[in-house]
Nanobody, 118 residues
Framework: QVQLVESGGGLVQAGGSLRLSCAAS????????MGWYRQAPGKQRELVATIASTSSTAYADSVKGRFTISRDNAKNTVDLQMNSLKPEDTAVYYC????????????WGQGTQVTVSS
């Protein structure tokens, strides 16, 4: 099994910044992609940003230019720097990774709340 633990959520005013961090742990696993999804109340979970083991990245159009994803392959961590936050960024943010541990599958963190006040 692979466990993901997130940190860094909270309450911030519009225009502010937050940094989310996620660490993967477990035994005998290999990670391909890592990233972040979010889910706002009454809405479907959506991809925010993803980063491959090669460090290539992809972002949702709504966060391009404001959010930056990065990872440390040696530490199995992924961070999301969120700048110029807007009230519509308010959601529960979930870390995920696509990892091999007796087969490839996606693993999810427990989620961390991000609230942006106007």
């Amino acid at each position: 099994q692979v466990q993901l633990v997130e940190s860094g959520g909270g309450l911030v005013q519009a225009g502010g910044s937050l940094r989310l961090s996620c660490a993967a742990s477990g035994s005998s696993f290999s990670i391909n992609a890592m990233g972040w999804y979010r889910q706002a109340p009454g809405k479907q979970r959506e991809l925010v940003a993803t980063i491959a083991s090669t460090s290539s990245t992809a972002y949702a159009d709504s966060v391009k230019g404001r959010f930056t994803i990065s990872r440390d392959n040696a530490k199995n961590t992924v961070d999301l720097q969120m700048n110029s936050l807007k009230p519509e960024d308010t959601a529960v943010y979930y870390c995920y990774c696509n990892a091999f541990n007796h087969g490839w599958r996606n693993y999810w963190g427990q989620g961390t709340q991000v609230t942006v006040s106007s």
